[in-house]
């Protein structure tokens, strides 16, 4: 015993000579400044003559920050952590380096803060490499056009407001409408799908963010999904970086050729924490005292999302951002800048969540630009009538209430439409697979479900979907492999909804 | 309207006081302090006259360096440091001012402007803890 405690101690002593004789001190000339002043999170910093915009500095104690303004005579620095222990006249380093964040495989299933440490308490994270968190978004040659679908298991987005792998895709309604769980639902279907899901927490409270760690863990999801978190309490700078630091994890994976879903949870948080940092950096304020470059802000982040083409190591970075309107209100400045950046909007509304259309997605006001393209063939096929159908609908449901005396026509549209509305509702955190979406909604479209009292819908789609599990499974096989039934498939799904729907009405 | 900096400001006092007579100087002066309270500068005085001390300095080649030591340095080891500061900044002579700290445990920490050649016993010892904790 007394042996082996001496081998120990001659081991680690040995291996600490080790480590001391490979110590070698650098001696180098070093820029530093004093500070002059400290702000709530930044910090006025005389000296530093030779430093770059978004160069890294040290302070004396350990902290780090950024060089955000050059001004002549001293220096804007945002301070990371906690910046009530800098004090006027200390050192301050420049370290010659952009900001970085620690990168590597083992960061996935870890909860990570805006500086890329964990704070999970599962302890260190072993990384390769280092990334730097401002980047210059990739160039028009090495991108490809989007036309991979992200399945997000939600039938109103999949039908009807496809994402594809390369696409950024806004997320916006008012507090309490289903944003986040949304998102949430989308990161829990990517199992088994190769998507690395990347989930960026800005200003939220702990306690959601705890919620949708233990969510996602219950699903699985957390193999898959890294998240980064700058909660509520955190200082504005850590929640003007996070979603940097977001992009330069998802950026990593992206490099090794994967694809990548990536989401910013909220950029209207984002947008008043870098509003506090320019107002204490004393920018000069513009529209809702936002400084100038907030466009230039979040474009230069969602730029950063593309699909990358095979020469140039493919791979793709999805991004979804949230953002949170006041009152339903899209004409204010950070709604429509992020609007007119990405490719198109899912519009949550406060008005259909209370009337029990959940997902709340208004379908009117939500597009994607990349369109069909990121559909497979069999959902274009029953998505197109679909997308018809409710417009129609919608533009009769208006007359309908006045007038009692309607054709035939009209008739059969509002029963249609309200069946669509009805199939398309879904409870949250219950994604549903293509396939199945694809044979729920062609059921709809061919008009199997008309008379289906609306109120039973619900129960006809739970049930027609536990009964094709045993008998569509060759339609089920060819959507899931060839992206398209055949006449078999398509003849046994028919076959299998006609039997089913029998049943279901003799019953009910 | 542009700002005028206290760069700006030394700078012109330079050079306005520069080729002058000492009666000449002394009248400029005067007028220059007036001027300062006119335009409500002279609570910038100080900034301004510390970056005249630059100005000069730059003009004339003098290195003006703070150096921190344990102990008072020696004649033989301040020689060495001025050549050695001269050469280094790319002056004529150096100006050294001295002071002691015996929190630094050894060696020198040098100051030059906004440069710091730091060679002290205590930022070594911190530079082998990093290096220690982090392998």
């Not at chain 1, 490719?343 to 009337?355: A, V």
């Not at chain 1, 060839?482 to 498939?489: F, I």
Request: glycine share 8%; with cysteine.
């Amino acid at each position: 015993m007394v042996s082996r405690i001496e081998t120990m101690s001659n081991q680690i002593v040995e291996n600490l000579k080790k480590e001391i004789e490979n110590f070698s001190a650098e001696v180098k000339v070093e820029k530093v400044g004093k500070v002059l002043e400290v702000f709530d999170g930044t910090a006025k910093v005389s000296g530093l003559s030779d430093i770059r915009a978004s160069e890294m500095v040290a302070f004396s104690n350990g902290l780090f920050g950024v060089a955000l303004n050059l001004e002549e005579d001293a220096v804007g620095v945002i301070i990371f952590g906690d910046f009530s222990k800098i004090q006027e006249g200390d050192e301050v380093k420049a370290t010659g380096k952009i900001l970085e964040v620690s990168v590597g495989d083992d960061i996935l299933g870890r909860v990570v803060n805006a500086i890329g440490a964990p704070v999970d308490g599962q302890g260190v994270i072993k990384t390769s490499k280092t990334y730097p968190i401002e980047r210059v978004a990739p160039g028009v040659v090495t991108r490809q056009s989007v036309d991979k679908p992200v399945a997000t298991g939600i039938k109103v987005i999949d039908a009807i407001i496809p994402i594809g792998r390369g696409q950024r895709e806004l997320i916006i309604g008012d507090r309490q409408t289903g944003k986040t769980a949304l998102a949430v639902d989308t990161i829990l279907n990517q199992k088994g799908q190769n998507l690395i899901c990347i989930y960026v927490a800005i200003g939220q409270k702990d306690s959601k963010l705890r919620k949708i760690e233990k969510r996602l863990a219950e699903g699985g999801a957390m193999d898959y999904t890294v998240i980064v978190s700058a909660g509520a309490s955190e200082s504005a700078s850590l929640l003007y970086l996070a979603p940097y630091t977001g992009v330069a994890i998802a950026e990593y994976f992206m490099d090794q050729g994967k694809d990548v879903l990536i989401i910013y949870d909220d950029l209207s948080k984002h947008a008043v924490a870098y509003r506090e940092i320019s107002l204490l950096l004393r920018r000069p304020p513009g529209r809702e005292a936002f400084p100038g470059d907030v466009f230039y802000l979040h474009s230069r982040l969602l730029e950063r999302a593309c699909r990358r083409n095979e020469k140039y190591g493919g791979g793709s970075i999805t991004a979804l951002p949230i953002i949170e309107t006041q009152a339903g209100d899209v004409t204010a400045y950070i709604p429509t800048n992020v609007i007119s950046i990405t490719d198109g909007q899912i519009f949550l509304e406060t008005d259909l969540f209370y009337k029990g259309i959940r997902p709340a997605v208004n379908v009117g006001l939500s597009v994607s630009r990349v369109g069909a393209t990121a559909q497979i063939k069999a959902m274009k096929k029953v998505a197109g009538t679909l997308k018809l159908d409710l417009a129609q609908y919608r533009e009769l449901e208006a007359f309908a209430q006045f007038g009692s005396d309607l054709d035939e026509n009209t008739k059969r549209l509002l029963e249609r439409g309200k069946r669509a509305v009805e199939v398309l509702k879904q409870p949250q955190y219950m994604p549903v697979k293509m396939e199945r979406q694809v044979a729920v909604l062609y059921a709809l479209t061919q008009g199997w479900m008309d008379d289906v009292p609306v109120e039973k819908i619900k129960a006809f789609e739970e049930g027609l979907l536990n009964y094709l599990e045993r008998n569509a499974k060759t339609f089920y096989k060819e959507v899931t492999e060839k992206q398209m039934w055949t006449e078999k498939g398509e003849a046994e799904l028919k076959k299998a909804i006609g039997e089913f729907k029998n049943n279901f009405l003799t019953k009910n | 309207m542009s700002k005028i900096s206290n760069d700006n400001l030394a700078r012109a006092i330079y050079l306005a006081v520069k080729d002058k007579t000492p009666t000449e100087r002394s009248s400029l002066l005067r007028n220059i302090v007036k001027f300062l309270a006119k335009k409500k500068l002279l609570a910038q005085a100080p900034k301004i006259l510390a970056r005249l001390g630059q100005i000069i300095n730059e003009d004339q080649g003098v290195v003006a360096a703070k150096v921190w030591s344990v102990e008072k340095l020696s004649a033989r080891t301040k020689g060495k440091l001025v050549d050695f500061l001269a050469r280094r900044f790319g002056g004529k002579t150096a100006v050294l001012e001295e002071n002691l700290d015996a929190g630094l445990l050894g060696g020198y920490k040098i100051e030059v402007q906004d440069e710091v050649l730091d060679l002290c016993l205590k930022n070594r010892i911190g530079q082998l803890q990093t290096h220690l904790t982090r392998s």
